[in-house]
Structure formats: C-alpha cells, structure tokens
C-alpha cells in the first residue's frame, strides 16, 4: 500500500501484511528508538529514510533529552 511519511512527506510502499518485504525491515532501531517514534512523534510508518536519520541522530540529537543519559 503507498504512504506518505509523516515525518517528510516522500510516497513509499508499506507492506504491513509482508513485513518481511517491507522497506523498514531493513532499519534495526533499538527499543529506546522505537519507542520514542511511536509514542511521541509518528504513530503511523515512516519512509526508510526517515528511520535511518533516527536511527542515525537519535542518541546525539538536543531534540530527545529524556533519552540523553541511554548509552548505545
């Protein structure tokens, strides 16, 4: 099915009843990771390029102090 990420506005393909297929499966985000996107910011997929900058940027990033003190 196509999306539009909500983080950045790109169409992708999701495929949540082939998850093995999917775009994201590829992007191994830590539970910390995770957690964060779906419950403070996008409820819905992501594209996988917005999960790799979060994967990326999340433990450096200003914009997630409460996740500062959590080593990788």
């Keep these: 099915m196509e999306k539009i990420c909500p ?3 790109v169409s992708f393909t999701c495929q949540p009843d082939n998850i093995a297929g999917c775009q994201c499966v ?8 995770r957690d964060y ?24 990033s200003e914009a997630n102090p409460c996740y500062k003190h959590i080593k990788q």
């Design 7 to 9: 983080r950045c506005g």
């Design 26 to 33: 590829t992007v191994k985000l830590d539970r910390f990771q």
């Design 37 to 60: 996107v779906k419950t403070y910011y996008y409820p819905e997929c992501l594209c996988k390029s917005c999960l790799e900058e979060i994967k990326r940027s999340f433990y450096v």
